[in-house]
């Protein structure tokens, strides 16, 4: 079998002869960095599109880090005036016109351009390597790009230009510009197109003579993980499709924001999943392998896991348990799905450690926390997601308060909220997704990590920085501090700012909670900074890889796929039952908002 990957202009001749998996390197240093000895047959085109995917989402990082350093400095400056009677702002400083104009841009660019470009990128990567062959529809592959590019650029200009201040969630009666919405239908359909590729791509192995065969697990998880989406998504394609869209053309004039809510929420909560999926994928199968050459013990349990959170898709309305309309019974059934979810992290936590501290014993670790420092805390890469996994302990554990249908009133809609997801998304996924950039970049360009050093130093920094950041925005929360609010403008700060003059004020005032919250998010993108940095100085260097690049993928688990059951690669058969729970559970939301109470509206608040 050859193990080529042709670079644009190559001939025939120009491959070089067959290599083992791991045989000696198979060409000169200036070959082995035009082209990958790892994916028999993949097209320059194939690896160029997953390139500039993987570049889209890092500009949506970048935007994202911008708006979140203008979020810290208004944390910053409402708590410098009311400590020491010093002010700053930077929105003038950089055209804003509005503190949620800012907030809109952090949330869509992280929360949507940043990972589902990336998953995009990634997924498809995953796909080609494990079923060792191309995508099998090239025309998709580059649908899929042109749309992303296009729908970024869309919503870009509509955020920038003011015309869609409507946050991350765009709530109706806020009502943004039509561009807004198109470009966020694109790069919804970008991730579709991904998954259709993915799906040809394993029936065309299927008929390449493994008809019978299990998927290879990387193949599944990936391609599990975009079904899991793409049902996820007809709740918010629905709403802005059917309902506002139109709404936002002019072509009608009423909306019903509370139905819409529902939808959105359908969409969510899995689009958490989405976000995550992706990192168990290299928490699994790549990062185990980097970490000292670990095993999985169970090739069964990452297929239960993944297979898990594709059925707890109906559990959005935990997000609205405050919300007016829904069945108390439908609230209940959200909570308990919810909780539900538990048991897919915590399967991974222990699996994912076992695999790692099988990894540390390889390189010589002893005794019960020994294993520990032995692993390659100097690769940027592992340490990047090793520090993310300790952050998501913390974020999963935050989560179940959000879960609870008690508890959760005390900390709804309150900055615990952003301390939460600054664990999971902004840790977890984030810090994630940078660690595996500092060897897919690498991968893609031919070029050799620039900075290791500073990449390392990147990632103690962002989550030391988002630790401070999220105990602030938690102790601001249980003490009652909206979320989504511009607290430096409110009326009412004065009520929540007693005098520091006793330990009780002094955790009690918002002037520390915020204090906290820009001291962290300033070391956030401070990391940022230093990621950006090493990233250009990758993909502008001049020093190629003497060798020939390879995907860092682990070693068959413990217990390999023969020993798990055939039935859970029926794809089709867990997409229906999905589906078919999904509507049991919102048949009855749905139920209880039939007719639809369309009221006239459309603001621009800001």
């Known amino acids: 079998m050859t193990d080529t990957l042709v670079p644009d202009g190559a001939g025939a001749g120009d491959l070089p002869e067959e290599p083992e998996p791991d045989g000696p390197i198979i060409g000169t240093p200036s070959q082995a960095s035009r082209w990958k000895i790892d994916i028999p047959g993949v097209r320059q085109a194939d690896v160029r599109a997953v390139k500039w995917q993987l570049y889209l989402s890092l500009v949506g990082l970048f935007l994202g880090l911008a708006m979140g350093a203008l979020q810290a400095s208004d944390r910053g400056d409402f708590a410098l005036e009311e400590l020491f009677n010093r002010s700053i702002d930077l929105y003038d400083a950089v055209g804003l016109q509005s503190y949620y104009q800012g907030l809109t841009i952090h949330g869509v660019t992280l ?74 239908v694109f790069l919804v359909i970008s991730t579709w197109c991904t998954l259709a590729n993915q799906l040809l791509t394993l029936r065309a192995w299927r008929r390449d003579g493994h008809e019978g065969e299990r998927i290879p697990l990387l193949a599944f998880t990936s391609i599990v993980t975009e079904i899991m989406w793409f049902l996820a998504s007809i709740g918010i394609a629905i709403e802005v499709l059917v309902f506002v869209l139109p709404w936002s ?42 970490a000292g050459k670990g095993r999985l013990a169970s090739d069964g349990l990452v297929r239960l896991v993944f297979l898990a959170f594709l059925m707890l898709l109906p559990v959005g309305i935990h997000h609205q348990f405050t919300d007016p309309g829904i069945p108390f019974s439908s609230k209940t059934v959200s909570w308990v799905l919810t909780f539900c979810i538990f048991f897919p992290s915590v399967a991974t936590f222990f699996s994912v450690i076992a695999s790692l501290e099988n990894a540390g014993r390889n390189r010589g670790g002893k005794g019960i926390v020994g294993w520990i420092p032995k692993l390659r805390w100097s690769d940027p890469s592992v340490s990047a997601q090793l520090l993310a996994g300790i952050g998501f302990i913390l974020g999963g554990v935050s989560g179940l308060i959000n879960a ?49 050093r500073l990449a390392v130093l990147q990632t103690w920094l962002w989550i030391g920085g988002v630790f401070v950041f999220s105990r602030g925005q938690m102790q601001g929360g249980i003490e009652g501090m909206p979320r989504r609010t511009n607290i430096s403008n409110a009326t009412y700060i004065d009520r929540f700012t007693p005098p520091v003059d006793s330990l009780s004020n002094f955790l009690k005032n918002w002037d520390i909670a915020d204090g906290l919250t820009a001291i962290g998010g300033t070391i956030m993108f401070l990391s940022g900074v230093c990621f950006f940095v090493v990233m250009l100085g ?25 020993q798990s059951w055939p039935i859970l690669d029926r794809l089709g058969l867990w997409s229906a039952v999905a589906g078919i729970l999904s509507l049991i559970v919102y048949g009855e939301i749905f139920f209880h908002y039939l007719p639809l109470e369309m009221v006239p509206g459309g603001f621009q608040l800001w």
């Open 111 to 184: 929360a949507l351009v940043f990972t589902f470009t990336f998953s995009n990128a990634f997924l498809s990567l995953t796909v080609m390597k494990s079923l060792k062959r191309p995508l099998a529809s090239a025309v998709l592959r580059d649908v899929s790009l042109y749309l992303a590019w296009i729908g970024v650029a869309l919503a870009a200009w509509a955020m920038l230009a003011n015309k869609a201040t409507v946050l991350f969630t765009f709530y109706p009666p806020l009502q943004a510009t039509p561009a807004f919405y198109i470009g966020a």
């Open 249 to 290: 053309l002019g072509l009608t004039d009423t909306i019903d924001p509370q139905f819409t809510r529902v939808l959105f929420w359908f969409t969510g909560h899995p689009i958490v999943y989405f976000w995550l999926l992706p990192i168990y994928v290299s928490w699994y199968l790549f990062l185990p392998q980097q």
């Open 404 to 452: 609870s249908y008690t508890v959760n009133l005390t900390v709804h809609n309150t900055a615990f909220i952003v301390g939460h997801f600054h664990l999971t998304v902004g840790t977890a996924v984030a810090l994630s997704i940078m660690g595996i950039c500092y060897w897919m970049v690498p991968y893609l360009t031919g070029k050799k990590l620039w900075g290791r």
């Open 538 to 562: 990758t993909i502008y260097s001049k020093r190629q890889v003497a060798d020939v690049q390879r995907m860092p993928i682990a070693d068959e688990p413990y217990h390999p796929v023969t």
